[in-house]
């Protein structure tokens, strides 16, 4: 499967931007699906999680600006993101995840090319 994240750009802090993610060569259906990020320095790290049920999950930062979505007939996976802050700035990327032991992890090796959200303050 491919995946590839788009939507990305440069706004003011407070802005709002929404990423999409579209898969080709598998259907995501049946996939709990994720956005992470990757900051300037920084490891990718986990931002919001979708089960293939559509329950979300957010970490700690996002909580109350993120908000993660699909739509299985559309094969894409989207994360509205609110309250735009100068932290967020990163790349973006969309995986599928796996649910194991209380954590989410990555499900797929290759991570597709990403999407570079800067917020400017």
């Known amino acids: 499967v491919q995946l590839q994240a788009s939507g990305g750009g440069t706004v003011q802090a407070g802005g709002s931007l929404r990423l999409s993610c579209a898969a080709s060569g598998s259907t995501l259906s049946s996939y709990g699906m994720g956005w992470f990020r990757r900051a300037p320095g920084k490891q990718r790290e986990l931002v919001a999680a979708i089960t293939s049920g559509g329950t979300p999950n957010y970490v700690d930062f996002v909580k109350g600006r993120f908000t993660i979505t699909r739509d299985n007939t559309k094969n894409t996976v989207y994360l509205q993101m609110n309250s735009l802050e100068p932290d967020d700035t990163a790349v973006y990327y969309c995986?599928?995840?796996?649910?194991?032991?209380?954590?989410?992890?990555?499900?797929?090796?290759?991570w597709g090319r990403g999407t570079q959200v800067t917020v400017s303050s």
């Open positions: 995986n599928a995840v796996t649910y194991y032991g209380g954590d989410i992890y990555p499900r797929f090796v290759s």
